[in-house]
């Protein structure tokens, strides 16, 4: 299965854009990129999903290489209640259904 | 209703007991996860439904035993666990267009 790896923890400073990066150099063509966070323990919440363009949504916009082999999740203008662990996540086809093969994460903190 | 639930929020058990956690979604999803999530860790998947069939099992022991009753509703039976087990579940459903939804978890403490 693809893996993928990402930075321990991050600092952003608020109002400010934060940047987390993330690579999986062994994904496949037809494997989708996915962005989770999770707050203080709770099910992780859906932030955005692209395979090979750029995407942007009301949360975040989402950078994919060109060789697919790493991506950045930008949030425009972070606030206090962006601090959270953020999964990238790639999703392998299998069994006639899909996983979601979660990354290490990274803790971002936004700064006051 | 566009929510996950799971039940029970937390839940001790001796490592005789046998105990389900449950998890309901409404939203028509054919597909459904357990997922089990150690501190600090991220989660990993148990196993998954396909239109109320078991179709991916990531060699979980079988003292954890997941049902499909309907397309709504998810079990996960537990029977003789043991400490380590003790865990965050997390249940996520797919839409058509394979975002994933996620409960709110059961955190599992085995005595």
């Known amino acids: 299965d693809a893996k993928t790896t990402q930075p321990t923890s991050m600092d952003c400073a608020e109002g400010r854009a934060a940047n987390l990066p993330c690579n999986h150099s062994?994904?496949?063509?037809?494997?989708?990129v996915y962005w989770y966070r999770q707050i203080h323990s709770q099910g992780p919440q859906y932030i955005i999903h692209g395979l090979k363009n750029n995407e942007t949504n009301e949360m975040a916009s989402l950078i994919i290489t060109e060789d697919r082999k790493s991506s950045t999740l930008i949030l425009p203008h972070a606030t206090l209640r962006d601090t959270a662990v953020y999964y990238c996540?790639?999703?392998?086809?299998?069994?006639?259904?899909?996983?979601?093969?979660f990354g290490t994460g990274t803790r971002l903190k936004v700064l006051a | 209703d566009t929510e996950v639930t799971q039940t029970p929020k937390h839940l001790v058990m001796g490592m005789t007991n046998k105990k389900s956690l449950k998890c309901e979604q409404h939203m028509g999803h054919r597909a459904m996860y357990w997922y089990k999530q150690k501190a600090k860790k991220p989660p990993e998947l148990m196993f998954v439904?396909?239109?109320?069939?078991?179709?991916i099992n990531e060699s979980v022991p079988s003292r954890f035993s997941p049902e499909c009753p309907n397309s709504s509703l998810l079990n996960l039976h537990l029977h003789a666990l043991q400490p380590e087990d003790s865990a965050l579940y997390l249940c996520?459903?797919?839409?058509?267009?394979?975002?994933?939804?996620f409960g709110p978890g059961t955190r599992l403490t085995v005595l």
């Open positions: 439904y396909s239109y109320e069939k078991l179709s």
């Open positions: 062994t994904i496949s063509g037809n494997e989708y």
């Open positions: 996520a459903s797919t839409d058509r267009y394979n975002e994933q939804f």
């Open positions: 996540i790639v999703r392998v086809e299998g069994s006639g259904t899909y996983k979601y093969i």
